[in-house]
């Protein structure tokens, strides 16, 4: 219910937005809706474009709930890409039951690692774990640049003109479901994850610890819960979804290359869905399903009414502040703290 | 090394700087208050394309004051969602930064509003050369912008600002012991309020020292994280001015550095350009891994201030 308070103030504001800016609020906001939801291939698509917005989302939730804030969504996903398309190229000759699980773990691992330096960070050496992601972040899309380099990159493809990856090998492609949509295969394992990531917060030792030290840090060094170790490792879990959901795009999506640009924000996506989803790995894919949607649409605005598509990210931005605002009480991350109390302050008669 | 380039170098540092020390004395006043400011980044985005949109058909000073006022604005964004709607200081900074940079993506694309799309390129060289203010090496001048002049002075007055003016022990103690504060009859919210705004204008006016001063032009998210770069530098300064600056001219050296080392034809050809892009991200990090550990912020930060 209040998600859908927080989507009509959003809504409502980008409307009064795009009549502001001179567009026609009620056609820009039709033609999205009829691009997005208006044929079954339209859903189709919008599901393929959910596939790795969920992973990532459910990867900055997990994250969430211990405390933690993964914004380096864009970095774990670049390097999960370039993982799968490195090892995709260097093992093209692998059947697909062998090259396909291969691809997702080496993408898994190297979002993790990615997102487990920032956590190793934070647990060892305290630095703040949206700095340090953000940089990793800008340190990962310099590292693809540089692998696909016209003239020196080891990953460029020398009979390509632009910058782009070396070809995978065709047993690591995963087939397309429909025919001229971003709907893959890998949908199957994205969706997996969902029901996967709410045993392991409800039911999973590690999900406890990750609730445990998300709620209650003090409560949790009580029980004898390293909290620091508790800390790396769920960094480590939520960036491999991210490299995993980059090294699933890159094996799904035609035409199976890494360029420039790769991860197109999606990373960032990933925060909006796992605040609209709430903790909760099934909020998360609808919240997921609607940025999908949310992106396909406003392409498909920008094409018909000239709307610039980036009127998804200034949505965005609202609907978070509408979203977090009034609630979300039990989830201290998301609230500011109540003030410590200071018995001093309220024997001077607490003034205010 | 020769002489024109370790000069090229500390001059370019002196330049790059400047949007840095902006940022950083932004949010130092914010996080000294109490409000956690991730949002220096968006607002230097926001800052960047005002000022250059508006100088671009107006002129740079009122580009530079367009610039004040949008970061102004986010400011009292930022301070609204934090204290008055009660957001985490976090997800308010992430939601401010993506919609700065979905704004500012927007309106750049819209040729209806920002003039001609060729206008918001190009505004006229606004570097002033002050003589009293050029250091020189050897015969050769450097000419610094006014902002980084303006940048000095920042760091003076929000030093003097913090440590000498009763509106500065507020700030302080409105991060430090909110409680106190109210006790002693000072509204909390209006203090940070405050100091939020007045930050968000300066850190825009960093963002207008990278678009006006030093590009000249208005790329989609040029600010390329220099918001979490300053607020590195508020950490690594531990919170003071002074500190912050010295770190800010460390963090534009390594910016300095790199983009000096690539145009030495046996370092540029060696070392792959993309790697030395990321100098001032490593250094960053490193920095942070270093000097974290000891560190510890005003007392009260992302606490209610009622």
Known sequence: ?352 | MNTALLIGIIAFTLRASSPLIYAAMAGILSERSGVVNIALEGMMLIGAFTGLAVGATHGAPAGVMAALVSGALLGLLHATTTQKMRVGDIVSGVAINILALGLTSYFSRIPALSGAAGAVIGVPEWSVTLPLWIPSFGGLKVSQSPFTIGAWLCVLSVAYFLWRTPWGLRVTAAGENPAALKAAGVNVVRVRFGAVIVGGALAALGGAQLSLGLVHNFTENMTAGRGYIALAAVVFGRWRPGGAFAACLFFAFADALQSGLQVIPSIGERIPTEFMAMLPYVATLIALVFFSRQVRGPGALNQSGD
């Open chain 1, 1 to 352: 219910m209040r998600i859908l308070y927080a989507a009509l103030i959003g809504l409502g504001l980008g409307a009064l937005f795009i009549t502001v800016t001179g567009y026609n609020a009620w056609e820009a906001y039709r033609t999205m809706f009829v691009e997005a939801a208006g044929t079954p291939v339209a859903w189709a698509d919008v599901l393929g474009k959910a596939t790795p917005l969920v992973l990532l989302g459910l990867g900055v939730t997990i994250a969430f709930r211990a405390g933690l804030f993964n914004i380096g969504g864009e970095g774990q996903f670049t390097v999960g890409a370039l993982a799968a398309s490195a090892l995709g190229h260097a093992l093209s000759g692998w059947p697909a039951f062998l090259l396909i699980p291969a691809l997702f773990i080496s993408g898994a691992l190297a979002g993790g690692l990615w997102a487990g330096l920032a956590g190793w960070m934070k647990a060892k050496r305290n630095v703040h774990e949206v700095v340090s992601t953000i940089m990793l972040n800008y340190i990962a899309l310099g590292l693809g640049t540089y692998l696909i380099n016209i003239r020196y990159g080891p990953l460029h493809d020398s009979s390509a003109m632009n910058p782009q990856s070396l070809p995978i090998g065709s047993g690591g492609i995963l087939p397309t479901l429909v025919s001229r949509t971003d709907l893959h295969a890998g949908v199957f394992l994205a969706m997996l994850f969902v029901p996967v990531a709410a045993w392991i917060l409800r039911k999973s030792v590690f999900g406890y610890e990750i609730r445990l030290v998300g709620l209650n840090p003090i409560a949790a060094k009580t029980y004898g819960i390293n909290e620091g170790s508790v800390i790396w490792r769920t960094m480590a879990f939520s960036g491999a979804l991210a490299g995993l959901a980059g090294a699933m795009e890159l094996m799904g999506i035609y035409p199976y290359l890494f360029k420039n640009g790769f991860s197109a924000g999606r990373g960032f996506d990933a925060i909006t869905i796992a605040l609209m989803g709430g903790g909760s790995p099934l909020g998360t894919l609808f919240a997921a399903l609607f940025l999908g949607a949310l992106r396909l649409g406003s392409s498909g605005m920008e094409t018909i009414t000239g709307v610039p598509n980036e009127l998804s990210l200034v949505l965005q931005g609202i609907l978070i502040i509408a979203v977090t605002a009034p609630a979300l009480a039990n989830l201290k991350l998301f609230r500011r703290r109540a003030p410590e109390q200071n018995p001093n302050a309220i024997e001077a008669g607490g003034a205010s």
